[in-house]
């Protein structure tokens, strides 16, 4: 069983930074994959960048170049620092990681992106 704790979620105007960090505790490994998720209202949950143990990631082509993903293999936690945000990325963001054939998750954190 792995618990993921989300912080960093907030109030931000347009243009604006802020950063998401999440850790993972429950597992006695290392963690291969971590990464972040966000639902917006009325939208699925998709793909915001993940991050491989090794230091592969893959972003959504929304947040190229604006948002930054980075973990600490050895503390079991990730971050993702998002710049330039835009009201569009308005949305609960949603740590995850895939252990042992199953998916987990966060509680959440909200971002929200005033114009």
């Known amino acids: 069983q792995v618990q993921l704790v989300e912080s960093g979620g907030g109030l931000v105007q347009a243009g604006g930074s802020l950063k998401l960090s999440c850790a993972a505790s429950g597992s006695a490994f290392s963690i291969d994959i971590m990464g972040w998720y966000r639902q917006a209202p009325g939208k699925q949950r998709e793909l915001v960048a993940v991050?491989?143990?090794?230091?592969?990631?893959n972003y959504a082509d929304s947040v190229k170049g604006r948002f930054t993903i980075s973990r600490d293999n050895a503390k079991n936690t990730v971050d993702l620092q998002m710049n330039s945000l835009k009201p569009e990325d308005t949305a609960i963001y949603y740590c995850w990681t895939w252990r042992l054939g199953n998916p987990y998750w966060g509680q959440g954190t909200q971002v929200t992106v005033a114009s």
């Open positions: 991050m491989r143990s090794g230091g592969s990631t």
